[in-house]
């Protein structure tokens, strides 16, 4: 069982930078993809980054490509999601997944990750 603790989430100014991180524990992390979603309210929970267990590859919805980057350090157990030129519409609870081997085409999709973190809230004011 893998356990998932987001932080950095807080309240910025548009064009403001975050970053946020996420702890994983009881498991093989090199091991691991991961992948940030994002809920903002009242719509559904979206893709927004993901990084492959090796690191060497990573992923982002087309919204954020430019200004988000993710990052990983097997070291520490942690993946980031560095946060650049945030927009109001960048405003949601965001999550960290993990999931085991995954394959690429799962990558965008919740039912592709099997730990999940309880989300930490970015909040982005004009």
């Known amino acids: 069982q893998v356990q998932l603790v987001e932080s950095g989430g807080g309240s910025v100014q548009a064009g403001d930078s975050l970053r946020l991180s996420c702890v994983a524990s009881?498991?093989?992390?090199?091991?691991?993809?991961l992948g940030w979603f994002r809920q903002a309210p009242g719509r559904e929970r979206e893709f927004v980054a993901h990084i492959r267990y090796n690191g060497n590859n990573s992923y982002f919805r087309d919204s954020v490509k430019g200004r988000f980057t993710i990052s990983r350090d097997n070291t520490k157990n942690t993946v980031y999601l560095q946060m650049n030129s945030l927009k109001p519409e960048d405003t949601a609870v965001y999550y960290c997944?993990?999931?085991?081997?995954?394959?690429?085409?799962?990558?965008?999709?919740?039912?592709?990750?099997?730990?999940w973190g309880q989300g930490t809230q970015v909040t982005v004011s004009s």
């Open positions: 997944a993990a999931k085991k081997w995954q394959i690429l085409s799962a990558i965008r999709s919740e039912s592709g990750y099997d730990y």
């Open positions: 009881g498991g093989t992390f090199s091991t691991y993809s």
